[in-house]
């Protein structure tokens, strides 16, 4: 079956604008997690969906950074203002039951 | 706070031989434990989880990790390695009642001689 895509799959943007990263997970999965992996290290959470709401968005760097997920599926993470420091792979994973979680191909952000 | 650590950075094997990579975590109890793997341009691909009972778990691709609890560890191995395991590894765990956000280590790359 489908697996997590995410859009789009590069993005590159300036200095202080703003961006949106789609990610649409694997149908009928309830919990949804966004992860960013910066070059050389392992992926770090960010914030995790169940359902509709955030149940958790301790790894959120600073209030620049928002995601939503209105109807229970698709989720936007949403970034203000970039700085360079934002450049990463930005990752989704969605998971059935809060378990086993499967990965989207990610998205690159370049802010330059 | 929870972490994990790879300490092997880089790792290069002829193809054939056996692998092990190197996995310990920090944790207060037993966390949930995964391998995963990820080749240039594509997302993480789960290899195997560890979540109770058998401290064995076989995975996919013919890999295998043995949960040590006395030593907080969760090592992966793989008798004979193929050209195509040529990747990063992640290992990562969560922990139960945290909506299962994962820690992952800093990787392992791993590079397979013909």
Same mark, same amino acid.
């Given at each position: 079956?489908?697996?997590?895509?995410?859009?789009?799959?590069?993005?590159?943007?300036?200095? =202080?604008?703003?961006?949106?990263?789609?990610?649409?997970?694997?149908?009928?999965? %309830?919990?949804?997690?966004?992860?960013?992996?910066?070059?050389?290290?392992?992926?770090?959470?960010?914030?995790?969906?169940?359902? %509709? =709401?955030?149940?958790?968005?301790?790894?959120?760097?600073?209030?620049?950074?928002?995601?939503?997920?209105?109807? =229970?599926?698709?989720? %936007?993470?949403?970034?203000?203002?970039?700085?360079?420091?934002?450049?990463?792979?930005?990752?989704?994973?969605?998971?059935?039951?809060?378990? %086993?979680?499967?990965? =989207?191909?990610?998205?690159?952000?370049?802010?330059? | 706070?929870?972490?994990?650590?790879?300490?092997?950075?880089?790792?290069?094997?002829?193809? *054939?031989?056996?692998?092990?990579?190197? /996995?310990? @975590?920090? @944790? *207060?109890? !037993?966390? @949930?434990?995964? #391998?995963?793997?990820?080749?240039?341009?594509?997302?993480?691909?789960?290899?195997?989880? @560890?979540?109770?009972?058998?401290?064995?778990?076989?995975?996919?691709?013919?890999?295998?990790?043995?949960?040590?609890?006395?030593?907080?560890?969760?090592?992966?191995?793989?008798?004979?390695?193929? #050209?195509?395991?040529?990747?990063?590894?992640? /290992?990562?765990?969560?922990? !139960? *009642?945290? *909506?299962?956000?994962? !820690?992952?280590?800093?990787? !392992?790359?791993?590079?397979?001689?013909?």
């Amino acid at each position: 079956g489908a697996g997590v895509s995410q859009t789009p799959s590069n993005k590159v943007t300036e200095k =202080g604008k703003y961006v949106e990263l789609r990610c649409d997970p694997i149908s009928g999965h %309830t919990a949804l997690y966004w992860y960013r992996q910066s070059l050389g290290q392992g992926p770090e959470f960010l914030i995790y969906f169940q359902g %509709t =709401g955030a149940a958790d968005d301790s790894g959120l760097p600073n209030d620049r950074f928002f995601a939503v997920r209105p109807e =229970g599926s698709v989720s %936007t993470l949403k970034i203000q203002r970039t700085e360079r420091g934002d450049s990463a792979v930005y990752l989704c994973a969605s998971s059935p039951s809060s378990d %086993t979680q499967y990965f =989207g191909p990610g998205t690159r952000l370049t802010v330059l | 706070a929870q972490s994990v650590t790879q300490p092997d950075i880089h790792i290069t094997v002829s193809e *054939g031989a056996s692998l092990e990579l190197r /996995c310990n @975590y920090s @944790y *207060g109890a !037993t966390p @949930y434990l995964f #391998w995963y793997v990820q080749s240039p341009g594509q997302g993480l691909q789960l290899l195997l989880k @560890y979540f109770s009972g058998d401290t064995l778990v076989q995975g996919i691709k013919g890999f295998e990790a043995e949960f040590k609890r006395s030593q907080s560890s969760f090592n992966l191995r793989k008798p004979s390695v193929h #050209w195509s395991d040529a990747a990063e590894y992640f /290992c990562a765990v969560a922990f !139960t *009642g945290g *909506g299962n956000k994962l !820690t992952f280590g800093t990787g !392992t790359q791993l590079k397979v001689e013909l």
